[in-house]
């Protein structure tokens, strides 16, 4: 069985060729710069053992269509494939960011999906209308092959009412079902599954607080197996400090600055995507950057650490009183895997609630599933790597069996 997964953005494709029967990833790319007047497209294959060859190509794509066409050719070509044709593939997982309250499970896709998926864009202007086109770029170009949409919501649709109702009029969520959804779905639920197999417990039995630390960054309370609340809400701007994005701010900040900056909703939303975050307080959202410049006494740079430290600490707080006891903290994403001085730091102090950092285990990148707790720590501290593609091609073959 051979899944082709896509994630499309709106100027990128992300993409992966997987044999679930071996378990082996084929081959990986990505497909950047889609309607500039110059792209690339790059790729990783392991076709067959371990002989790897990549492709690194510049070149134009002027939209999703022809960034596909260019992926069949690679995936299929005779110097760069991994494949004959693409009548050996399977079936195509999508990534889907908003299933919104009508998409509640990842689901074999027709028309009548795909206008679910259409009708759901006013909730994230951002990423469905490029998953839609990714979504009709392959069912063109893959006719007769079943797709299925995964959709970044879904782990969350576990959450009680008072969990994902806003304290807003209750008919604006009637109206416009305004509400918490929250978003990297597939990687919570991912090391979710990883972290009970780790921990030898039932899927539907551990109690975690799952930290996804990356440019984006959320976090979830599982209880049970299940999410029972989640920091972004109905966007992805919510929760924790993150790259470029707030986090939670007081809401009357936004009237106030449009008030006295005379801004636009354009230029708030802009200041609240792209200009906040670590990258508002110090100028830099890659960590590795910031760490090397508060080394070097930069003290925005090292405020700004201490927040993004001190709101995750936060969560963990406000989780662990609704979790129950719990099983484990899990670190994922670029900065939870790869990042030892926030995984410390965020710990730190955490003594009294059980949980205890060994810093010899913690020390360093972890590339694959690693504990990092000390021998009397009572909540577990796992590092796993995320692997969204693999979560999205298993619940493609979740669905289709
Ligand atoms: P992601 O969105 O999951 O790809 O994560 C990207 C972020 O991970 C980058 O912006 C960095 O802040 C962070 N990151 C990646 N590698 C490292 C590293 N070795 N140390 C600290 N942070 C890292």
Known sequence: ?????????????????????????????????????????????????????????????????????????????????????????????HRVVQGGETLFKSTLIDDDVVEKIRANCPLSPLHNPANLVGIEVARELFAGVPQVAVFDTEFHQTMPPEAFMYPIPYKLYEDLKIRRYGFHGTSHRYVTEQAASLLGKAADKVNLVTLHLGNGCS???????????????????????????????????????????????AQIDDILNKQSGLKGICGMNDMRDIHGAAGKGDRKAALAVDMFVYRIKKYIGAYYAVTGPL?????????????????????????????????????GRKKVATAVHADDSKVAILVIPTNEELAIARATLSVLN
């Open 219 to 265: 976090m979830a309370a599982v209880r049970q197996g299940k999410c029972i609340d989640t920091s972004m809400g109905l966007t992805p701007l919510a929760g924790v400090m993150m790259g470029t994005r707030s986090g939670d701010i007081d809401p009357a900040i936004i009237p106030f600055l449009m008030k006295e900056k005379d801004l636009s909703m």
């Open 1 to 93: 069985m051979k899944i082709f997964v896509v994630n499309s953005g709106s100027s990128s494709l992300k993409y992966q060729l997987l044999d679930m029967e071996s378990g082996a990833v084929m081959a990986t790319g990505l497909v950047e710069r889609i309607g500039d007047a110059m792209g690339k497209v790059s790729q990783k294959n392991w076709p067959g053992e371990a002989r790897e060859s990549e492709v690194d190509r510049e070149m134009s794509f002027p939209n999703h269509n022809a960034a596909m066409h260019t992926v069949v050719d690679l995936v299929t070509g005779k110097d760069t494939g991994v494949i004959a044709s693409t009548s050996e593939i399977d079936a195509i997982g």
């Open 327 to 363: 099983d484990a903290l899990v670190f994922t994403a670029g900065i939870g895997e790869n990042d030892d001085i926030v995984r410390g730091r965020v710990c730190a102090g955490l003594e009294h609630l059980g949980i205890a950092i060994d810093p010899a285990r913690n020390a």
